[in-house]
């Protein structure tokens, strides 16, 4: 019996100390990883930035550069954040990562680098329409740059369209230093539309570098669009759908293809009042030479083609008679110049001679589909 016992209480001895030896040990903590290293001197600016944690998630990242907050975005497993935008040129980055691990203790990255300079720069140079503008439905945006861009698709990728109401859009390149955004339909009235070029520090060619970010808002204001009838000679204007103008119109004799019309959907692109007139390839004591001052015109084409004010009332809504202009009743004309906005539609039908969608903003003439096909993205659609 007593040997029974002792034999339990060494079991027992046994069993305690086989618990002692199984406790867990702690866990690693996890390891954070940034790309440009800290303390960097020369760092890329065209890959951006990327924060990594192994053995843990990331719970906090915050980048900043010249007091300005760098925005970014974590990847699905939380493991992973990278900048929006390329880094800027010669600046300096200031990083504060926090990663957690299972049970464990937090890490803690924080460190500084800089950017190297750009050995040449680019910028933008000009934008359409103007900053602060107030513009009609169908109105490109069109950017210019100071530099021929040869790395368009690294270009494309920083360019930045945000619109109050949801828009899909696309960029095509007419050029090294131009690139055009149309949406697939009309823009939706009465919004802010907000434009950011996020080039600093992008890749434009062999050592060319944006030299810095560029932004500009405009406003789409009522949605004004026109129809014209070149063979009922009849203009109608609509403005938020109801109808606000009926005029009776001449448009070009259609005798030589310069003096046709062209049909297809035009956008109105600048005015004057007034606007001098000159007979294109023709000089002073030719046949058919002209040098006219043309009142309250409104620009629709690059191919001389204007809707504005004609004293000739026994033509209009009976025959086209111009050189290829349309023309009505110099107060309605003048009423249309006042009523007009860049980027209002103006749709003309009748002629046999076609808009081509290079000739002025002629760019809804192009299918949405061939539209995209100008994009140096493969698969272009909804800008970001």
């Known amino acids: 019996m007593r040997r029974a016992v002792l034999t339990c209480v060494a079991f027992l001895l046994l069993v305690c100390g086989c618990a002692s030896v199984t406790a867990e040990t702690p866990s690693s903590p996890p390891v954070v990883q940034v790309w440009p290293p800290f303390d960097a001197r020369r760092a890329r600016t065209d890959h951006g930035l990327v924060v990594r944690a192994r053995g843990g998630t990331l719970s906090r990242v915050l980048v900043s550069e010249g007091g300005e ?3 970014g975005r974590l990847d699905g497993s939380r493991t992973i954040w990278r900048s929006d935008w390329t880094l800027k040129p010669a600046a300096e980055y ?43 439905t169908g109105m490109p945006i069109i950017i210019d740059f100071d530099s021929p861009v040869t790395d368009k698709a690294a ?32 823009w939706a009235p009465h919004q802010q539309v907000t434009v950011t070029a996020h080039l600093a520090g992008v890749r434009g060619g062999a050592g060319l570098y944006g030299a810095t970010d560029s932004t500009f808002a405009f406003t789409v204001g009522r949605g004004q669009t026109s129809t014209i009838d070149t063979r009922t000679h009849q203009m109608v204007v609509r403005r938020d759908g109801a109808v606000v103008q009926r005029m009776a119109i001449s448009a070009g004799m259609a005798t030589t293809p310069e003096y046709t019309t062209t ?96 000739n002025g903003w002629g760019f809804w003439q192009l299918p949405w589909d061939r539209w995209r096909q100008g994009s140096a993205l493969p698969g272009a659609g909804p800008a970001r």
């Not at 926090?98 to 040449?120: I, K, L, N, W, Y």
């Not at 369209?161 to 055009?180: K, L």
């Open 94 to 136: 200031t990083v504060t990562a926090t990663a957690q691990g299972s049970g464990g203790p937090d890490t803690v990255a924080m460190g500084r680098f800089r950017t190297r300079p750009a050995r040449r720069g680019f910028q933008v140079a000009a934008t359409t329409p103007l900053p602060g503008e107030t513009v009609g």
């Open 263 to 358: 049909s297809g959907i035009h956008l109105t692109m600048d005015k004057g009042n007034p606007v001098r007139m000159i007979s294109p390839g023709r000089a002073e004591g030719e046949p058919g030479y002209y040098d006219l001052l043309i009142d309250h015109a409104v620009r629709i084409s690059n191919s001389g083609e204007y809707v504005h004010a004609k004293d000739n009332l026994w033509a209009q809504g009976r025959a086209n008679v111009s050189h290829g202009c349309v023309n009505a009743r110099p107060d309605q004309a003048a009423w249309f110049y006042d009523s007009s906005l860049r980027g209002d539609p103006v749709t003309i039908t009748g002629t046999d001679r076609r808009l081509a969608w290079d």
């Open 69 to 71: 907050q760098v925005p």
């Open 155 to 186: 270009v494309e990728r920083t360019l930045e369209v945000r619109a109050e109401t949801p828009v899909e859009g696309a960029w095509r390149w007419v050029g090294d230093t131009r690139v055009i955004y149309r949406t697939r339909r009309f």
